[in-house]
């Protein structure tokens, strides 16, 4: 038989396979599934280079679910290849093979948080749809990989003022996974070349250079670990 998550009810299944499902549609379609304790955390790259010479930026998207348990883990699988088990409705079948990306030996710290303000979810909204009319201006007819890809690490990679110099595609991260939702206010955080949006229904980890405290961001107070 196949090896299989089993979570507490078909409402966490059906949103493990709603993650798995917008993470096929992105640039890498693998997802890091981490579990111990009754949690499974899913992680997966919505943005990430490819070579020393790629200058898109590292964006991680974290998608934390309560699970069995028993169950401990820690593999790499393609997204695509998740499905809804057919003789039970909370489980998830896990494909035969897992894959090894190099983003997934990229590992955010676990604490040392601190808290650098806020954003409105209203504004990464606005971000991720801007930079998605911009990908979509600046591209050639036809145009091959090698281009589409400096397209897009040209415009997800530029700080941008209005999300305190993250790159624009923390905002297509959380945009294009479903964590924008309704009226709040995302969390950020950071933790020495890493920062993080934390949204109720999971949390942005960027690499890289940042100018924190540019833009519309408010102060939150001391700092607090998550």
């Known amino acids: 038989m196949s090896q299989r998550l089993i979570f507490p009810d078909a409402e966490a299944a059906a949103d493990a396979l709603t993650f798995a499902s917008r993470t096929s549609r992105l ?24 070579g020393l010479l790629d200058a898109t930026p590292t964006v991680l998207a974290l998608r934390a679910l309560p699970v069995d348990p028993e169950l401990v883990c820690d593999l790499v699988v393609e997204a695509p290849l998740l499905v809804a088990a057919p003789d039970d409705d909370r489980a998830v079948i ?27 979810a209203a504004v990464l909204a606005a971000r991720a749809q801007f930079g998605i009319a911009s990908v979509a201006e600046a591209m050639p007819a036809d145009p091959g990989e090698d281009v589409v890809r400096t397209v897009r690490a040209a415009v997800w990679g530029a700080p941008d003022d209005q999300l305190a110099g993250l790159p624009l595609g923390a905002a297509f991260a959380a945009f294009a996974l479903g964590f924008i939702v309704g009226e709040e206010d995302a969390r950020l955080l950071t933790a020495g070349p890493w920062s993080r949006l934390t949204l109720t229904r999971g949390h942005i980890l960027v690499r890289g250079p940042q100018r924190i405290g540019l833009g519309p961001v408010r102060a939150t107070g001391g700092s607090r670990e998550d």
């Open 27 to 50: 640039g890498d379609s693998g997802v890091r599934l981490q579990a111990a304790n009754g949690t499974l955390a899913m992680t997966s790259a919505p943005l990430a280079p490819r």
């Open 94 to 120: 896990l494909p035969e093979v897992a894959v090894s990306p190099a983003w997934a030996g990229v590992a955010p710290p676990k604490g040392g948080w601190e808290a650098a303000g806020t954003l409105r």
